[in-house]
């Protein structure tokens, strides 16, 4: 297994990261618990040894999971986790209102002052069963905190011996140059994948040159560039997928029609198309590791295939002039 190092610190990663959003069953339509432990025992057994979670995963339940599946493992496990999305008390920045695994009514705030983050890491801690985290990240930016005062609250559980380095999720350039000011930044995490690329223009080439690690949350465009969803396709209430742009009319079909173009190469070369879409995201410059979510054991296998070959240059190149020929309304 490939490992990559977050940022200049001491923390090792995989370069494919077990994603465990969708295991959480929120906005994904709810997920079966057996599922999701076998899902990550799969991961482990293939090597996929690191795992991307966050609290506001079924509120709570993610991490639960996690801390369940790698009882007894947690040296051959990386956790990434986070903090900022708060339901259990009305603080901060309203987010949004959502309904909760059993349908009953939740408020999501943004907050990330220092007292708040010192508890919600006590939390995560206790939900995962363990006493450090390899790497702690803000969910989104939180309007109303200073983002100094969110960052000496990293700086202190660092020196607390409760997390292994300090990450970011969602922030622009600006913010993390502010957050600079106070902490040494090992990571953002942003959504890329072969059909949401905007990161490109001015994050990628910032992370590149100050050397923070990139990693790519949604680089299936949360299932679609697997290419299994159809016009007309059913979807689960309580899964958001149908109101993101990415799965409306034209924009699912000029999708499909792309998958479908590139598929004789992942055919030629023995993969799947969801393998390539992985690989051609791995392989991007910039992108230091791809975090892949998966409900079943089944997907983890696939998805772990994206290690087993490379795209050559000529190959990148020829999915980049596809690509440019897809036009989106997003
Ligand atoms: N920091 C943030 O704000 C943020 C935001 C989003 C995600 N993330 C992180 O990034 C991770 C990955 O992103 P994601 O979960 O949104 O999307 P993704 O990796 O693009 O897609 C994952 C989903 O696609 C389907 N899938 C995966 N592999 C498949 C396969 N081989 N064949 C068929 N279907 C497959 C599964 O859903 P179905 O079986 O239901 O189709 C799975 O849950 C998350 O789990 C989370 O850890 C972070």
Redesign the pocket.
């Known amino acids: 297994m490939e490992f990559v190092t977050l940022g200049t610190s001491n923390v090792k990663v995989t370069r494919i990261?077990?994603?465990?959003?969708?295991?959480g069953g929120w906005m994904?339509?709810g997920a079966d618990r057996k599922d999701a432990i076998k899902a990550i025992h799969k991961s482990l057994d293939l090597g996929i040894s690191s795992i991307?979670?966050?609290p506001v995963?079924g509120f709570g339940l993610s991490e639960e999971i996690v801390g369940e599946a790698i009882k007894g493992l947690r040296t051959e496990v990386q956790i990434?986790t986070?903090y900022g999305l708060v339901w259990d008390r009305k603080i901060g920045d309203f987010y949004f209102s959502t309904f909760n695994n059993d349908g009953k009514p939740v408020s999501i705030y943004k907050h990330a002052g220092k007292e708040s983050i010192i508890h919600e890491c006590e939390q995560s801690l206790s939900r995962l069963k363990t006493d450090y985290l390899d790497l702690y990240?803000i969910?989104?930016p939180a309007p109303s905190t200073p983002i100094e005062e969110t960052m000496d609250a990293m700086n202190r559980l660092i020196k607390d011996g409760k997390i292994r380095s300090a990450g970011v999720?969602?922030y622009s350039v600006e913010e993390m140059e502010v957050a600079e000011t106070t902490i040494n930044l090992v990571s953002n995490?942003?959504?890329y994948?072969m059909v949401r690329r905007d990161i490109e223009n001015d994050l990628i080439p910032w992370c590149m040159k100050h050397h923070k690690s990139i990693?790519a949350?949604?680089?299936?465009?949360?299932?679609?560039?697997?290419g299994?969803?159809r016009t007309g396709q059913h979807f689960v209430p309580g899964?958001t997928?149908p109101d993101t742009p990415w799965f409306k009319g034209k924009n699912l079909v000029k999708t499909n029609k792309f998958l479908e173009e590139i598929k004789p190469l992942a055919i030629s070369k023995n993969f799947?198309v969801?393998?390539l879409v992985l690989r051609w995201t791995m392989q991007m410059p910039g992108i230091t590791t791809?975090?892949?979510?998966?409900?079943?054991a089944?997907?983890?296998?696939?998805?772990a295939g994206a290690f087993n070959f490379t795209l050559t240059e000529k190959e990148m190149c020829e999915i980049n002039l596809k690509l440019d020929r897809l036009e989106l309304e997003l």
């Open positions: 990261i077990f994603g465990a959003w969708a295991i994904w339509g991307d979670t966050a995963y990434l986070k990240q969910h989104w999720c969602n995490q942003v959504p994948s990693l949350y949604s680089p299936l465009q949360r299932g679609l560039l697997t299994k969803f899964d997928r799947t969801a393998q791809v975090l892949a979510g998966a409900r079943n089944r997907q983890v296998e696939e998805n």
